[in-house]
């Protein structure tokens, strides 16, 4: 009976849409004109064209634990604002055209298209659960919120915008960024995490999705491979990439990684969509349609903007947020081009990443490049260092009282 009635509810919006879209198309015909699509982008000749690999924070300090060879620029939310508006109003003085309008005016076209994806979605997994969120990789895999030297329990997400022709409109990226905010508050305030920061990341080399198609898996797995050396492999760090167009509306999986897309922006609340998504990072199944009791896993209950939890995915969902593992993770830091290797025990790292290491001693040295040379080990958490000068030497692993620490080992060479 309740789909019966979402059905007919999507329906009614289905012929006001068409209505809607049409009066849209006749209101904005001198935008839509082929003349003016072909028009450049406004943003085009200044830092957020795409050409450089931009971070957007909201004091424009970048994420901790990134090397800034990762990046071109990091700019405030405040500084990134004033760039487009300035960019938008020099775009209708020379044109004559708000390029927010033009954006509006060519999603209006594709409702129809999108009303019927919606359906045959619905259709497709009347009795089919998409995303059982199985943990393949043990118990020392999957986000949780990791404790800050104060002891706070923190989580990151970073946004990764699709660069190419999935590009998320300008002038919806503010609605990009509202909806995790919203969505990461819900989250935090219903499983106790005390902190949270969102940082923007957008450029060709970070998700250049040039190369996808429409098809929501290929989007999921291109992102992992193009962005998750971003994470520095951290436990609480997300990723969550907006693209414009998918033939899902999101895909996540246990894990570090989710999608999803701005097409049924008017159909699901993106903002409940993305908690839906980032849900199952933490191992929340999908639970498909006309289940009991109310849980936004479940299909229906999302579309009707539930934004609880059932009682089973509250367990799965507090055990994983605050459930350390029983390694610590610590972050290996030096400057590849300055250092070969950083040898622990056996293992070889040949760049800057996290390591899972048990409490006890290991040995440690490093091994620059020619031309350079050590000058001493840096410690910090759980990493203890017996002699910060040589460039062999022993690393402790400890600090595993309440709250535990992660650590984190730097090379310093000249």
């Not at 700019?75 to 927010?100: H, M």
């Not at 570090?256 to 839906?276: E, M, N, P, S, V």
């Not at 539930?306 to 947020?321: E, G, L, N, P, W």
């Amino acid at each position: 009976m309740k789909k019966i009635i979402g059905i007919l509810i999507l329906m009614l919006v289905l012929f006001s849409s068409i209505g809607t879209a049409g009066n849209l198309q006749n209101e904005n015909s001198d935008i839509l004109t082929s003349d003016n699509q072909n028009l450049p982008n406004f943003l085009d000749g200044t830092v957020l064209d795409g050409s450089k690999n931009i971070i957007i924070s909201e004091d424009g300090s970048p994420p901790p634990y990134l090397d800034s060879d990762k990046y071109d620029i990091v700019v405030s939310r405040e500084e990134r604002d004033k760039i487009t508006e300035e960019a938008r109003q020099e775009y209708i003085e020379k044109y004559g055209i708000d390029p927010f309008l033009k954006e509006k005016s060519t999603r209006s076209i594709n409702k129809f298209q999108s009303i019927r994806q919606l359906l045959k979605e619905i259709k497709t997994k009347e009795n089919k659960i998409c995303n059982p969120a199985i943990n393949p990789k043990g118990s020392n895999y999957g986000p949780y919120a990791l404790r800050d030297e104060n002891g706070d329990s923190k989580l990151y997400v970073y946004i990764v915008y699709a660069w190419g022709n999935l590009e998320v409109d300008s002038s919806d990226k503010a609605n990009c960024l509202n909806d995790i905010r919203s969505a990461i508050k819900t989250i935090k305030s219903k499983f106790n995490v005390d902190k949270h920061n969102i940082y923007e990341f957008y450029g060709k080399n970070f998700w250049n999705a040039r190369d996808c198609t429409v098809d929501a898996d290929e989007q999921y797995f291109d992102l992992e491979e193009d962005c998750d050396h971003l994470r520095c492999d951290r436990s609480n760090v997300l990723l969550f990439g907006w693209s414009k167009f998918a033939t899902s509306s999101g895909r996540s999986n246990f894990g570090y990684h989710c999608i999803a897309h701005r097409g049924f922006t008017w159909l699901i609340d993106k903002d409940d969509l993305a908690q839906h998504e980032l849900s199952h990072c933490f191992g929340l199944p999908d639970h498909g349609h006309l289940t009991w009791p109310p849980c936004i896993m479940g299909y229906t209950w999302l579309f009707f903007g539930v934004t609880d939890y059932c009682d089973s995915c509250k367990k799965i969902m507090k055990d994983q947020m605050h459930t350390e593992p029983e390694t610590k993770a610590v972050y290996v830091q030096f400057s590849s081009i300055k250092v070969k290797s950083v040898i622990i025990d056996d293992e070889i790292i040949t760049f800057s990443k996290v390591v899972f290491l048990d409490e006890g001693e290991y040995t440690i040295r490093v091994l620059p490049e020619d031309g350079y040379t050590f000058d001493q080990w840096e410690s910090s958490g759980c990493v203890l260092v017996d002699d910060k000068n040589s460039h062999t030497t022993i690393m402790a692993i400890t600090g595993f009282d309440d709250p535990p620490l992660d650590g984190q080992l730097k090379v310093q060479v000249s």
